[in-house]
């Protein structure tokens, strides 16, 4: 397994603003996967991220609002730009398994936009 | 696409009775799939996968699900819950290693007295 730290873990932010995410895992991975969890909801996947290429976005979610880096194969940022309230979420980083296709999660990070 | 359907919203279950939720998916082949438990404020925690093999598979803290590829179902399954079971719960299926997972919209889970 995998053992995946975000940071911050929580935040309250205000609209208009940016906020960076960090996810470190402490093994080297190729993938990374980010998601979003809206108040009451389930996971939506923003973006999978590999390191030394573009994200690859899923529909809906765009580079210009949810930039992504991976520098390396063990770190990856997401940042949430010109927030809203509806970016109030739960951002969770993961990382898959060896060959069984499970995900590891982070602990996540809960912004709050006013 | 694949996809996940997880029937019930909200399901209350008696501490000590059995446990059933109920977990439909949409993929064309055998999928790799998964419940996930997520506590108030905690992170997911992985129950139990199937990929391969026996189609009964037994995961932590007592659960066990079934999958069953006539029905398209991946029912997870406890024998007695207990009040600290109350928790959100997942299904999520994937296409092979190392690709994304979609979730179901999730059940909860309340236990009562």
């Known amino acids: 397994s995998a053992v995946i730290s975000q940071k911050p873990s929580r935040d309250i932010c205000q609209r208009g603003t940016s906020l960076t995410i960090q996810c470190q895992v402490d093994?080297?991975?190729?993938?990374m996967f980010w998601y979003r969890q809206q108040p009451g909801q389930s996971l939506t996947l923003i973006a999978t991220?590999?390191?030394?290429?573009?994200?690859?976005?899923e529909s809906g979610f765009v580079i210009d609002k949810f930039p992504i880096s991976r520098p390396n194969l063990t770190f990856s940022t997401l940042t949430v730009s010109n927030m809203s309230p509806e970016d109030s979420s739960i951002y969770l980083c993961?990382?898959?398994?060896?060959?069984?296709?499970?995900?590891?999660f982070g602990e996540g990070s809960r912004l709050t936009v006013l | 696409a694949q996809s996940v359907t997880q029937p019930d919203i909200h399901i209350t279950v008696s501490e000590g009775a059995s446990l059933e939720l109920r977990c439909n998916y949409s993929y064309g082949a055998t999928p790799y799939l998964f419940w996930y438990v997520q506590s108030p404020g905690q992170g997911l925690q992985l129950l139990l996968k199937y990929f391969s093999g026996d189609t009964l598979v037994q995961g932590i803290k007592g659960f066990e699900a079934e999958f069953k590829r006539s029905q398209s179902s991946f029912n997870l399954r406890k024998p007695s819950v207990h009040w600290s079971d109350a928790a959100e719960y997942f299904c999520a299926v994937g296409v092979k290693a190392g690709t994304a997972l979609i979730f179901g919209k999730g059940t909860t889970l309340s236990v009562s007295s």
């Open positions: 093994s080297q991975v190729t993938m």
């Open positions: 991220a590999n390191q030394g290429s573009e994200a690859t976005y």
């Open positions: 993961s990382v898959t398994g060896t060959n069984t296709g499970e995900l590891f």
